[in-house]
């Protein structure tokens, strides 16, 4: 990868997204408001003598669900609309390289992804209530590396998807299955062995486990370090995964 190209590359990226007010505003608003309505949901469920409340439980992990969600649906559209507009093949005729351009979009997304979660975590600790054990940094980190799998995820998946329907048709594949065996609805040592081993395969998995090692503990964790380096790991995967399969145009 070329520094230059990769910088000039993020920079274009973050221009065109800033000025997309609509994607913006999901960027930024939506989090909020839905972590809103889950702190209503819960307002008045019992809390059991020294556990975490049920909202703290919920949010703490949606803090790191939201940038996932919806960073794959945005890159995924991005991407296609690149491939169908000619823009990706015109880009791919300069110096420009495959993994400059993927990179390019990790970085900005993740960029995004760390606004998104700061502005997302500041309104769940400042207005909403939410108590963890650790500091709402490690909460922003965590959710800003899940935004950067979260958009290498959406690059590798869009490159089989001839439209935007067809982009959209892979989030209750890709994401679904991950929010479902996460261990937020039930712990993943409770499941039965081949969903467990099927969450162990699941970067998300080592996400949400690192956000509760947050929760839990005041300084940083052995275990926290290693998930946030699996799922960042995971997200270098599959940026070039994504970068081999990445075509041109639509067919």
Known sequence: MNPTILAATTGRILRQLRHDRRTVALLVVVPTVLLTLVYFMYADQPTPPGAPSPFDRVALVMLG????????????????????????????????????LLFGYGIAFGLAGVVQSTVAAAAAYRLLGLTTAGSAGLVVLIAAVNAV?????????????????????????????????????????QMAGWLQAVSDALPLSYAVEALQEVGAHSAPTGLMWRDVSIVAGAAVLALVLAAATLRRRSG
């Open 65 to 100: 669900f939201f940038p996932f969600i919806i960073m794959f649906l945005v890159t995924s559209i991005a991407m296609l609309r690149e491939r169908t507009s000619g823009t990706l093949e015109r880009l791919l005729t300069t110096p420009l390289g495959k993994l400059d």
């Open 149 to 189: 799998l979260a958009v290498a995820l959406g690059l590798f998946c869009s490159a089989f998807a001839r439209t935007e329907f067809q982009a959209v048709q892979f989030m209750p594949v890709v994401v679904a299955p991950q929010l479902l065996l996460c261990g937020l609805f039930v712990p993943r040592d």
